[in-house]
């Protein structure tokens, strides 16, 4: 990634109008058509966001961005019959791994289960969450984008409790 991107610096890139007249070939967004969105819609918002970051665009976009201290990436991936909006949130380093919880933090207990992995990353000494949200719970394209940002938040929320304990 070349840089974080920020809506709070490129406003006009979160509009439909931009989106519109940037893209005058593209389908009916899902906000038109108040129906769910399609892994195929989330695809195409994925690569315009990475587009817009001047990120490389591949055939399986995965969209990159860092939101304060966590690094996240996100894609679509199948499970099954089922699509998943995978958000991958990296945690800031914690130092040696023999910091490593047995536990999960307590906040991850709210989470459906078999929704959200937190993992070791070993290699790193960082902490990684990985959150699988159901395309058919998405409506829309602001919805993907509150699930990357509530994806970020548990991950902060999880460092901020990692790092309490580190010191007590």
């Given at each position: 990634?070349?840089?974080?991107?920020?809506?709070?610096?490129?406003?006009?890139?979160?509009?439909?109008?931009?989106?519109?007249?940037?893209?005058?070939?593209?389908?009916?967004?899902?906000?038109?058509?108040?129906?769910?969105?399609s892994g195929q819609e989330v695809k195409q918002l994925l690569l315009d966001l990475m587009?817009?970051?001047?990120?490389?665009?591949?055939?399986r976009p995965a969209l990159e961005l860092q939101i304060g201290e966590i690094f996240t990436?996100?894609?679509?991936?199948?499970?099954?019959?089922?699509?998943?909006?995978?958000?991958?949130?990296?945690?800031?380093?914690?130092?040696?791994?023999?910091?490593?919880?047995?536990?999960?933090?307590?906040?991850?207990?709210?989470?459906?289960?078999?929704?959200?992995?937190?993992?070791?990353?070993?290699?790193?000494?960082?902490?990684?969450?990985?959150?699988?949200?159901?395309?058919?719970?998405?409506?829309?394209?602001?919805?993907?984008?509150?699930?990357?940002?509530?994806?970020?938040d548990l991950a902060a929320s999880c460092a901020q409790e990692i790092a309490a304990d580190?010191?007590?």
């Amino acid at each position: 990634m070349n840089r974080p991107f920020s809506l709070l610096e490129w406003p006009t890139f979160a509009g439909a109008p931009y989106r519109a007249a940037a893209h005058p070939t593209r389908i009916t967004t899902v906000d038109q058509q108040h129906d769910d969105i399609s892994g195929q819609e989330v695809k195409q918002l994925l690569l315009d966001l990475m587009q817009y970051c001047d990120q490389q665009t591949a055939a399986r976009p995965a969209l990159e961005l860092q939101i304060g201290e966590i690094f996240t990436r996100t894609s679509v991936e199948p499970a099954g019959v089922d699509l998943y909006l995978c958000v991958t949130a990296t945690l800031p380093p914690v130092g040696a791994p023999a910091t490593a919880l047995l536990t999960p933090p307590a906040a991850l207990e709210a989470a459906p289960i078999n929704s959200i992995d937190f993992l070791w990353h070993a290699d790193e000494g960082r902490y990684v969450l990985v959150r699988k949200v159901p395309l058919r719970l998405l409506t829309d394209e602001r919805s993907v984008m509150d699930e990357i940002l509530a994806t970020a938040d548990l991950a902060a929320s999880c460092a901020q409790e990692i790092a309490a304990d580190a010191k007590s």
